[in-house]
């Protein structure tokens, strides 16, 4: 059953606020190196925002401060104005992780001090992102390969398939696995979808089953579970050419997922660790927007010759 509607998902991603230290700890360009290492020390901290009027002005690390006991002849007396790191780069508390990330990127820092009105609200580096979002991080542009194939069957591997799911792989080989390869599956979730995976899972959430419910929440509407939708990815996984075992998966949820909505999981190989490890990239997307970002680790294992069977062709 597929149910048709006018929402389009709103975006929920995950915001700089969200992730930030705070508070933030300030001092004056005339601070001395002396005064600022006990600050830190008192205050367990690594970093100082520098700010001249109540404006941000530089910011000192525990790095500058290390750089500067090992090349100045008088460390202590020297003051964070000499030291400081200016311009700063800054971000907006309501700024996504992915922008953030972009900016850290585009300036090779490796923190940025978060302003709102003008004033410093908090730091967000690039431990910060990793703890909480570390795919965001690790992924490596790869050349997109020209040949698409379409398999003409079903693999041996999958008990069954339905006539509604669509599979598509790039570069897949039945003896190997390659980093850039990629399998995508994309089915639609269904009304009988979510009333199944709230009675299997436990998770009855009336955001998924209520609609009087879920009108009066952030998203106006029943929306599918996160997990339900994040499922297509072992479908896709499965897919894969030998028997596929997850060993660990990391995930962002970036857009809720309407009842209806047809979603694709796109799963690419992009790094390997020997003895039949793989490290994915494992996204799915609603049409051309991404709502679930995320990185696994699997063991292939060979299917052994006894276990290859002839399965019948997709209708």
């Avoid at 104005?81 to 992915?98: E, K, L, Q, R, Y």
């Avoid at 039945?174 to 979730?189: M, P, S």
């Avoid at 955001?207 to 990815?233: N, P």
């Amino acid at each position: 059953m597929s149910l048709t509607h006018n929402y389009r998902p709103m975006p929920v991603p995950i915001r700089v606020r969200e992730l930030m230290s705070r508070p933030v700890v300030t001092a004056q360009k005339e601070t001395t190196l002396a005064e600022a290492a006990t600050r830190c020390y008192e205050n367990d901290i690594s970093s100082l925002v520098i700010v001249d009027d109540g404006a941000v002005v530089g910011i000192v690390t525990g790095d500058d401060m290390i750089r500067v006991l090992g090349e100045a002849s008088d460390p202590g007396e020297r003051t964070l104005g000499s030291v400081m790191s200016s311009p700063v780069v800054t971000t907006p508390p309501d700024a996504s992780v992915h922008e953030a990330v972009e900016r850290m990127r585009e300036h090779d820092i490796a923190r940025m001090v978060v302003v709102e009105d003008d004033e410093p609200v908090g730091l967000v580096s690039s431990d910060d992102i990793l703890r909480y979002v570390p795919q965001v991080f690790h992924r490596s542009e790869l050349e997109e390969p020209e040949e698409v194939t379409r398999p003409s069957r079903v693999r041996s591997e999958l008990a069954y398939e339905q006539s509604d799911w669509e599979f598509e792989s790039v570069g897949l080989s039945d003896d190997y696995l390659n980093v850039g390869d990629r399998v995508e599956f994309t089915k639609t979730i269904t009304e009988q979808d979510v009333r199944a995976f709230a009675a299997a899972s436990g998770d009855t959430n009336r955001l998924h089953l209520d609609e009087s419910y879920a009108e009066q929440t952030r998203f106006g509407r029943r929306i599918a579970h996160g997990t339900l939708v994040s499922g297509v990815i072992s479908a896709a996984l499965a897919r894969l050419p030998g028997l596929t075992i997850y060993l660990s998966q990391d995930l962002s949820f970036h857009a809720p997922v309407d009842i209806g909505d047809r979603v694709t999981a796109t799963c690419e190989i992009v790094g390997t660790f020997g003895e039949d490890k793989y490290e994915l990239t494992t996204d799915v997307h609603v049409g051309g927007e991404l709502v679930v970002e995320g990185e696994a680790t699997v063991l292939v294992d060979e299917v052994t010759e006894t276990d290859r069977v002839e399965a019948e062709a997709v209708a």
